[in-house]
Each structure stands twice: as structure tokens, then as C-alpha cells.
């Protein structure tokens, strides 16, 4: 072999080894910012989650700053009375038996 074909073989040599050092650096970059995008969306959806944990926490400490807390007794009282209207009672042994007027 001459001494100019081992330097074209060897300048050969050196630029693969070139397109793969390319190659790779360009292929950690892509993935360095893939990750970041991952990291971002993560970041965004877990903002997401809390922003929406946190509404609803204030709406259901709303609904209940404002409720109307006799109202719920009374509408549990009168829906009791309303089954209970034209019934009667009575104890035989120890059951209650219910008859309907």
C-alpha cells in the first residue's frame, strides 16, 4: 500500500468516526430536550391537578359556608313524617307491627 492510499484510508476512518461523534452529539441533544419537554408537561399537569383540587376545595367550602344547615333537618323530618303519615303502631311481642290507614 502506497503511503498516499493508507492517508486517504485513514482520512477515511477519521470522518466516520466524525459522523458518529456527530451523530451522538446530536442524539443526546434531541434527548436532552425531550426531557425537558417531559419534564415541563409534568410540571404543567401537576399544576393543573392542584389549581383544580384547590376550586374545588373552595367551591365545597362555599357550598357549605352557605348552606342552609336547618334545612337539611327539617326536609330529613319531614320526609320521616310524610312515610310515617297514616300509620299505625302497635308492639305485639317484640316485633312493631305497621299497618297503613
Not at 391537578?49 to 342552609?68: F, G, I, V
Amino acid at each position: 500500500m502506497s503511503q498516499s492510499a493508507y492517508h486517504w484510508e485513514a482520512r477515511r476512518k477519521q470522518r466516520i468516526i466524525e459522523r458518529k461523534q456527530t451523530a451522538r452529539d446530536r442524539l443526546e441533544e434531541f434527548m436532552a430536550k425531550e426531557d425537558a419537554l417531559q419534564a415541563e408537561d409534568a410540571a404543567k399537569r401537576e399544576r393543573e391537578r392542584r389549581e383544580q383540587e384547590e376550586a374545588r376545595r373552595k367551591e365545597l367550602e362555599q357550598h357549605l359556608r352557605t348552606r342552609d344547615k336547618g334545612g337539611v333537618s327539617k326536609s330529613m323530618n319531614d320526609r320521616e313524617r310524610r312515610k310515617l303519615d297514616g300509620v299505625l303502631f302497635y308492639q305485639q311481642g317484640h316485633r312493631t307491627r305497621h299497618i297503613k290507614v
